[in-house]
């Protein structure tokens, strides 16, 4: 599975839109790109997943690239609850490996 | 549904001694994986199990051992505790291991083991 590249930490007021950046150069085009968070310490809990469209469900957007190359989660009204570190994931039929992720915190 | 259950949620273990992490899933799903996960890092993978009756190794496999003798359960077994496997175990289950698969994974809210 190709590597994932995300910056280690990010910081968003709150109501205001989060975007989480993923590098993923050397992804294959039967990949998807995957995106979890992890809660303090719960376990981790999916968001969102796209193979080369954009994608929208009730908790954020992903947008990629039209090369696939880098993707961008969007939280478009981060809330203090939205605190946590967000999983970049790229895979086609393996198991997932998760990195260190970003940690996003909303602040007040 | 309750997903998938993790027990205990906490442990302190003395080196040397062994104990079962037991992990149950109520979805029917085909595949089930043991994580850890320590302070500050990324989750890595132990082993993981496409169905009942097999199992295979991830990445860091050393000091523990897995059964699957049912859909729902796979237990993770540490043997001769060392302070190493001081960490945060999660278990997942998913319907399906193809990227297309419907959510991905299911995680457990974890187990936190101390080896002292």
């Known amino acids: 599975d190709a590597k994932t590249t995300q910056p280690p930490s990010m910081d968003c007021a709150e109501g205001r839109a989060a975007n989480l950046p993923c590098n993923h150069s050397t992804i294959s085009g039967n990949e998807y790109v995957y995106w979890y968070r992890q809660i303090h310490s719960q376990g981790p809990q999916y968001i969102i997943h796209g193979l080369k469209n954009n994608e929208t469900n009730e908790m954020a957007s992903l947008i990629i690239t039209e090369d696939r190359k880098s993707s961008t989660l969007i939280l478009p009204h981060a809330t203090l609850r939205d605190t946590a570190v967000y999983y970049c994931?790229?895979?086609?039929?393996?198991?997932?490996?998760f990195g260190p992720g970003t940690r996003l915190s909303v602040l007040p | 549904n309750a997903g998938v259950t993790q027990t205990p949620k906490f442990r302190i273990l003395k080196i040397g001694q062994s104990m079962t992490l037991q992990c149950t899933q109520d979805m029917n799903h085909n595949y089930m994986y043991w994580y850890r996960q320590d302070p500050g890092m990324g989750l890595k993978l132990i082993y993981y199990s496409v169905g009942a009756g097999i199992t295979d190794k991830g990445e860091v496999p050393n000091g523990y051992n897995v059964s699957r003798s049912t859909t729902e359960d796979f237990p993770l077994r540490l043997e001769l505790a060392a302070p190493s496997q001081t960490s945060v175990y999660f278990c997942?289950?998913?319907?399906?291991?193809?990227?297309?698969?419907?959510?991905?994974?299911?995680f457990g809210s974890g187990t936190r083991l101390t080896v002292v």
């Open positions: 997942a289950s998913s319907y399906s291991t193809w990227a297309g698969g419907a959510n991905g994974y299911t």
């Open positions: 994931i790229v895979r086609a039929r393996q198991n997932f490996v």
